[in-house]
Every structure is written in structure tokens, then in C-alpha cells.
């Protein structure tokens, strides 16, 4: 019945710090391709203006589809994180549901003894008595050959 965890060690240790290392790792992606994003999309604005000569309008036209090229592969890297964040929200729900279902069979193991040595006793009670009985039976008159 230890609910306070480990005093900080032992497995739930080193999942809660696997999962703090995980978190620290998702954020640090969710930071980078959000820059990025931000970044390519300024880019874009800037790189858009209409310019007169043509050569330069084609250099921008690159830029913008280089740029746009970008936005989409850090977007993807996101839509790519989500589904992993789902995955891990999943498994980890079977993990806490897991550790329920261990700890309720536990408790019930537990109950299961407990109603078998009661069991036990009471069959011990009945067979005393049951001699008990059968001993002020057989020594009483009013028995019957």
C-alpha cells in the first residue's frame, strides 16, 4: 500500500525522469519548427515584393518556393510530433491502467486469503462443534438404538 512512490527511486524513478526527458525533448521541437515556420513565413513576406526586372523576379520566385518548401516540412515535423504526443498520451494511459489493474489484483489476492483462512476457521469451529454435539449424543438417554 506504498502510494507516496519511491522516495525517488526505482522504476517509477526512471520513468518519471524518461518522461521528463521526453517532454523536455517534444518542447524543444515544438519551439524549433514553430521558429522555423515564423521564420520561412517572414521570409516569404519579404522575398514577395513585385520588382520590375525579371531575372529578379525569378531569383524571388525560387526564394518564395524554397521558403514555402520549408513552412511545409516544419509543419509536417509538427503534425509529426502531435501524432507522437497521441501515441505517448495512449501508452501511457495503458501504463497507469496497468499499474491499476496490478494493484486492484493485489487487493483482491489479498481479500482472497483473508476469506480463506476465515473459511478455514469456520470449518474448524463447525467440525469442534459438530464433535461436540455428537459427544453430548451418544453419552444423553434420549438416544435411540
Given at each position: 500500500?506504498?502510494?507516496?512512490?519511491?522516495?525517488?527511486s526505482g522504476p517509477t524513478a526512471a520513468v518519471a525522469a524518461?518522461?521528463?526527458q521526453k517532454q523536455k525533448t517534444l518542447m524543444q521541437r515544438v519551439e524549433t519548427d514553430i521558429?522555423?515556420?515564423?521564420d520561412n513565413f517572414?521570409?516569404?513576406v519579404n522575398v514577395a515584393r513585385v520588382n520590375d526586372?525579371?531575372?529578379?523576379?525569378?531569383?524571388?520566385?525560387?526564394m518564395m518556393e524554397m521558403r514555402a518548401s520549408r513552412m511545409v516540412q516544419a509543419a509536417d515535423s509538427l503534425l509529426k510530433l502531435v501524432s507522437e504526443l497521441k501515441q505517448t498520451a495512449i501508452?501511457?494511459?495503458?501504463?497507469?491502467?496497468n499499474d491499476h489493474v496490478e494493484q486492484r489484483t493485489n487487493e483482491f489476492n489479498r481479500q482472497a486469503e483473508k476469506t480463506d483462512r476465515m473459511l478455514a476457521r469456520i470449518g474448524e469451529e463447525a467440525a469442534a462443534s459438530l464433535k461436540e454435539?455428537?459427544?453430548?449424543?451418544?453419552?444423553?438417554?434420549?438416544?435411540?438404538?
Open positions: 500500500m506504498n502510494k507516496g512512490g519511491g522516495g525517488g524518461a518522461a521528463a521558429a522555423n515556420i515564423v517572414s521570409q516569404l526586372p525579371p531575372v529578379r523576379n525569378t531569383q524571388e520566385t525560387f501508452f501511457s494511459g495503458f501504463a497507469s491502467l454435539i455428537e459427544a453430548h449424543y451418544y453419552s444423553s438417554g434420549h438416544r435411540i438404538d
